[in-house]
């Protein structure tokens, strides 16, 4: 069996009562990928709260981090192992590819950890999908399958559009696309957190705002960098 498990998870009491019933059913199961998604600190903010908690009761997720991820070694070796070439979301991909071949994904709620690495607040989070942006940008298939990569590029769209309104004095149309944003954001939170109630979705539309600056970011940041890379090629010639 393959326990991956990083730095930052702290293992809980429950975590030990359960593990001995989930590695029976590893070794009979052998093509599925457990784990569990991590709590969050209690000291972290009420919009991180809102974000992360409803993660932790997902029946069907698209995948599991590899921060706490469990297998049996005989799928992670006919899947290849990870992608090495990615700097993130390798877990996400690894996934991916396992239901391709007929792995399940299988969460289990009692194998509870804790991410004390988790972002407390709002600037911590940016900067977190800033780094996890990267892994839809490896490529231009990965970017054009990510849905989250195309609605962040409009959302970094429409901010241009509006500094540059902004800048040319144009302020009557200003507001339309404030609105536009804001949508948006509450639109994505209704679709993800639908569940929750109109409380956590309207939480988590203002907490989509600043996802999308982070993921953002990210792109901003693959531009300023292939930019700079062209410009030190131009030189050295």
């Not at 297998?71 to 192992?81: A, E, K, V, W, Y």
């Not at 298939?141 to 769209?157: D, G, P, Q, Y």
Request: hydrophobic share 45%; aromatic share 14%; proline share 3%.
């Amino acid at each position: 069996l393959l326990f991956f498990i990083d730095a930052d998870i702290s293992l809980t009491k429950e975590w030990f009562e359960h593990i001995s019933r989930v590695i029976v059913d590893l070794f009979e199961n052998k093509k599925q990928v457990s784990g569990s998604v991590p709590l969050i600190p209690d000291n972290s903010s009420m919009f991180m709260k809102s974000w992360f908690y409803p993660k932790t009761k997902e029946l069907n997720p698209t995948y599991l981090g590899s921060g706490h991820m469990l297998m049996n070694r005989s799928l992670f070796d006919d899947l290849g192992g990870f992608d090495v070439s990615m700097e993130t979301s390798e877990d996400l991909n690894f996934c991916l590819r396992a239901k391709s071949i007929g792995a399940e994904i299988s969460p289990n709620s009692r194998l509870k950890v804790l991410h004390r690495g988790a972002p407390l607040t709002i600037f911590k989070f940016i900067k977190r999908e800033s780094w996890h942006g990267k892994g839809d940008l490896t490529n231009i298939r990965s970017f054009i399958s990510s849905k989250v990569a195309l609605v962040t590029c409009l959302f970094l769209s429409t901010h241009v559009i509006f500094f540059s309104l902004k800048v040319i004095g144009l302020n009557h149309s200003l507001s339309l696309l404030v609105i536009f944003i804001a949508s948006l954001c509450l639109s994505c939170s209704f679709l993800k957190f639908k569940r929750e109630g109109w409380k956590s979705i309207f939480i988590n539309s203002i907490t989509f705002y600043f996802y999308f600056i982070g993921r953002s970011l990210a792109i901003l940041s693959l531009v300023y960098r292939k930019r700079s890379y062209k410009r030190s090629r131009q030189d050295s010639v």
